[in-house]
């Protein structure tokens, strides 16, 4: 495996907001400054990764460099901690968002809500979780600027080894792999559930094994699954060998999740998807409302992965075009 050099990665990491038409010539000029001023200071007797790591030293955090050559101020804070203050808020939004939501509304759900008012409560509740996380987190920084904390460099003096590596680019063989072999996984799985089963039949007492899923899914419902994961493996190898994700494609892909999702939700919905005697018969007294609990977190399972597939590769598509 290669490794990259500090130099190459804080040429990556500081070209990452630069415009598309000056990127090619600003890094070509950022790395000439830096060999520039490295085999200066090897000339004088330092080491050559003392000088590297000394030079981007004082080069300083990339996003700022980057800044500079864009002439885009870095003003709303302040110049000291408006990257800390951004990537921070950021990150919350990211993670408390998509949690506040997931909470919510498999908390009303399991509450027995319709879907209206679930729409409506998550929607409202994401629009305050949003204010206050804004609010909260600006106050918190004109706090600590107004006040001088942190000796005015910041929460934490960047160094080189905050250097991101660069983001790969293209689809990789190791890609294509994990997803033939997770598509073989899961196909070897809904078949055992469904021809041996995971609960064998003398646990329960009966002559067959318990399955978890619906035998009665079996074989249309299940064929078309089947033919499905068969496309999916068909598209990771498509993208593998075109190297890269397309709008085409992630179109395709966006249809096939659909085509799982939606199935197996209104299965879901209409009491198709799970087997009904599962609950009942290896937990006889709380049965019906583990049932009816596990069949919510699977809607909500089943809903996340496809949103969370479609949105992933929607990402990796933008960022190749770019």
């Known amino acids: 495996m290669t490794t990259t050099t500090l130099t190459e990665r804080y040429v990556s990491a500081a070209m990452r907001t630069v415009p598309e038409k000056q990127r090619d010539d600003l890094a070509a000029e950022l790395r000439a400054s830096i060999d520039d001023q490295i085999d200066a ?13 000394a030079v981007l030293t004082e080069l300083g955090d990339p996003d700022k460099l980057a800044a500079g050559y864009t002439d885009r101020p870095l003003y709303l804070i302040g110049p000291r901690y408006f990257l800390d203050w951004w990537r921070l808020l950021k990150l919350l939004l990211w ?48 706090i600590v600027e107004r006040t001088g904390a942190g000796m005015g460099k910041g929460f934490t003096e960047w160094t080189v080894d905050q250097l991101p590596e660069p983001r790969p680019r ?82 395709v892909n966006a249809v096939l999740a659909l085509a799982v999702a939606i199935p197996a939700l209104i299965l879901l919905a209409q009491g198709m998807l799970l087997n009904p005697a599962y609950f009942p018969t290896i937990i006889p007294d709380d049965g019906a409302q583990v049932a009816s609990i596990v069949t919510v977190v699977t809607g909500f399972g089943i809903a ?19």
């Open 95 to 142: 993670i408390v968002l998509p949690a506040a939501a997931f909470g919510i509304a498999l908390a009303q759900t399991l509450d027995g809500q319709s879907l209206g008012p679930i729409i409506g409560n998550v929607v409202t509740t994401l629009i305050a979780v949003a204010v206050h996380l804004c609010f909260w987190t600006t106050l918190v920084f004109v």
């Open 170 to 251: 293209g689809v990789g063989f190791s890609d294509m792999i994990g997803t033939l072999v997770f598509l073989a996984v899961a196909a070897g799985a809904i078949i055992w559930d469904l021809t041996i089963g995971f609960v064998p039949g003398f646990v329960t007492g009966a002559d067959a094994p318990l399955s978890f899923l619906d035998p009665a899914l079996w074989p249309w419902w299940i064929a078309g699954l089947f033919i499905v994961m068969a496309l999916e493996a068909t598209l990771a190898i498509v993208v593998y060998l075109i190297g890269r994700w397309t709008p085409l494609l992630a179109v």
């Open 304 to 322: 996340a992965i496809a949103i969370w597939d479609i949105v992933d590769v929607t990402l990796k598509t933008v960022r190749a075009r770019r």
């Open 41 to 53: 200071r090897v000339d004088d007797g330092e080491p050559h990764d003392a000088a590297e790591r």
